[in-house]
């Protein structure tokens, strides 16, 4: 059974922690690392790089073994929306001073990118891209000769059905073959065995029993919670930083109009009449500017 005594990275709090549909599954991420110690890990759709980090974080703490690649277009899909410019560059700032020394930022799709890796040679993977049945079988199913015999893919939004969101479809088949554990929070996240050795640390989960998938489960949601509550604080506190600014731009232009030549002479103008204009001296060149 779990024990999380072993695994205390899982309560570290994430470096990285910016806006994410992730962040419940962080301790959870930082767990896998502690629990398979994989010498190759792998992320398909990295966006602002919360998943990915947290799995860095866990490879950096505990000084494992783990060469980790994150591979993204960052041009976003019609699921993520078209990214922002710099989200690539505000990741890489983040990235490169921490983690450069043993992770790599791999800007090209998921297609392009599995040219640069030997079969059999991933042992954990995280799909999180596009998410239609389609889209999320295909990475599957391409990356899947990469998987080593101990590995481990990772689904995310397998709890999704809205929109044509389709992991939920595609997991409950592929689930059907292999052992395999899910997280019902946070959108769902699907844990696959799909080579022939099941890695030691994790037998718990694919071997749980009814009772011991809820503890493990809740136990995984609760501190999970904490990581998701500090990320929509710090959301908010972007909110109000930026209407903040609002403000300052509103109150500067308020002055700039106030002291307007137009807009005195238009206040003369009501009050006072054309007679108040010409005795006020507006209209006369160099006066009243
Ligand atoms: C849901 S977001 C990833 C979220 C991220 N894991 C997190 O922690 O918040 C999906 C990402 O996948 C990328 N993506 C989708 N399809 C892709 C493809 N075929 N090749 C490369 N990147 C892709 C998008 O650019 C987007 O950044």
Same mark, same amino acid.
């Given at each position: 059974m779990l024990n999380p005594l072993e695994h205390p990275v899982c309560l570290e709090?994430? $470096? =990285? $922690?910016?806006?994410?549909?992730?962040?419940?599954?962080?301790?959870?991420?930082? !767990?896998?690392?502690?629990?398979?110690?994989? =010498?190759?890990?792998? /992320? $398909?759709?990295?966006?602002?790089?919360?998943?990915?980090?947290?799995?860095?974080?866990? &490879?950096?703490? *505990?000084?494992?073994?783990t060469e980790c690649f994150a591979v993204d277009t960052w041009a976003g899909d019609a699921h993520a929306g078209a990214l922002e410019e710099n989200v690539l560059d505000d990741l890489r700032a983040h990235h490169d001073p921490l983690y450069a020394d043993f992770s790599r930022l791999v800007q090209a799709t998921f297609d392009e990118a599995l040219a640069e890796f030997a079969d059999a040679s991933i042992d954990l993977l995280h799909i999180d891209g596009f998410h239609t049945y389609e889209a999320v079988r295909h990475d599957y199913e391409t990356w899947l000769p990469k998987m080593s015999a101990r590995g481990v893919v990772l689904f995310h939004d397998t709890e999704v059905r809205e929109r044509d969101f389709g992991v939920w479809k595609f997991w409950a088949e592929v689930k059907s073959e292999r052992p395999h554990f899910e997280?019902?929070?946070?959108?769902?996240?699907? &844990?696959?065995?799909?080579?022939? /050795?099941?890695?030691?640390?994790?037998? !718990?989960? !694919?071997?749980?029993?009814?009772?011991?998938?809820?503890?493990?489960?809740?136990?995984?949601?609760? #501190?999970? #919670?904490?990581?998701?509550?500090?990320?929509? &604080?710090?959301?908010?506190?972007?909110?109000? /930083?930026? #209407?903040?600014?609002?403000?300052?731009? *509103?109150?500067?232009?308020?002055?700039?109009?106030?002291?307007?030549?137009? *807009?005195?002479?238009?206040? &003369?103008l009501k009050n006072e009449g054309f007679g108040g204009l010409m005795k006020k001296g507006f209209g006369k060149s160099g006066k009243n500017e």
């Open positions: 709090f994430p $470096l =990285r $922690l910016e806006e994410t549909a992730w962040a419940q599954h962080v301790p959870f991420a930082m !767990f896998i690392i502690s629990a398979m110690r994989p =010498r190759v890990f792998v /992320e $398909l759709g990295s966006f602002r790089g919360v998943s990915y980090c947290a799995f860095c974080q866990a &490879v950096k703490s *505990l000084n494992a073994p997280f019902l929070n946070g959108y769902g996240l699907g &844990v696959l065995a799909v080579g022939a /050795e099941i890695p030691d640390g994790l037998e !718990f989960l !694919f071997r749980a029993d009814e009772n011991e998938t809820r503890l493990i489960r809740d136990f995984f949601h609760q #501190l999970g #919670l904490r990581v998701e509550s500090a990320e929509k &604080v710090k959301a908010q506190q972007n909110q109000i /930083e930026t #209407l903040h600014d609002y403000i300052e731009v *509103l109150k500067t232009y308020e002055k700039v109009i106030r002291s307007s030549k137009t *807009l005195r002479a238009y206040r &003369v």
